[in-house]
């Protein structure tokens, strides 16, 4: 059997801010190109930091605050050979939402989120299974749907 990496669910193709880009500008971007995660590049064009929509979610008069000021730095990466379950054990241990992927030159090649992994765990499943036939263990490792959908929910997806 092969190994499933990141690489089969994640998405590829980044949409980044550059700093001092306004908090408005960025939510704006994240709502037109219906995303949460939106990485922060310095001058250079490195990734610094990751500004969600959880960072901004309640704060007011945003208008001339730049983006660094919200954002989560350092970020976290993985390899784009990681295996997929060992990215989504990394994600709920550590509580976070997304992971940028990067390959072996450790550039930016994508990003990992939760709605990636819902995108994939939903190819697998079929419309024609019955839930009965589920095999919960079988698909999460010992751990019940329920124990995984509190851990989800502890993180606040």
């Not at 390899?79 to 509580?95: C, H, I, Q, R, V």
């Not at 939760?114 to 419309?127: A, I, N, V």
């Amino acid at each position: 059997m092969a190994l499933t990496t990141v690489q089969i669910a994640m998405t590829k193709k980044l949409i980044t801010v550059p700093m001092g880009t306004p908090v408005p500008a960025a939510i704006e971007l994240m709502e037109e190109k219906r995303i949460r995660h939106l990485p922060v590049v310095d001058a250079m064009d490195d990734i610094v930091g990751i500004l969600s929509s959880r960072d901004v979610a309640n704060c007011d008069d945003l208008k001339r605050i730049p983006v660094e000021l919200f954002m989560t730095s350092p970020v976290e990466f993985i390899d784009e050979s990681t295996p997929l379950k060992t990215a989504a054990l990394k994600m709920l241990e550590n509580k976070i939402s997304c992971l940028l992927i990067g390959d072996k030159d450790e550039n930016a090649v994508g990003i990992l989120t939760t709605d990636d992994l819902l995108w994939y765990l939903t190819h697998l499943l079929k419309d024609d299974e019955a839930t009965e036939d589920l095999d919960p263990s079988r698909v999460f490792n010992k751990e019940t749907a329920g124990q995984v959908a509190q851990q989800l929910s502890n993180m606040g997806i």
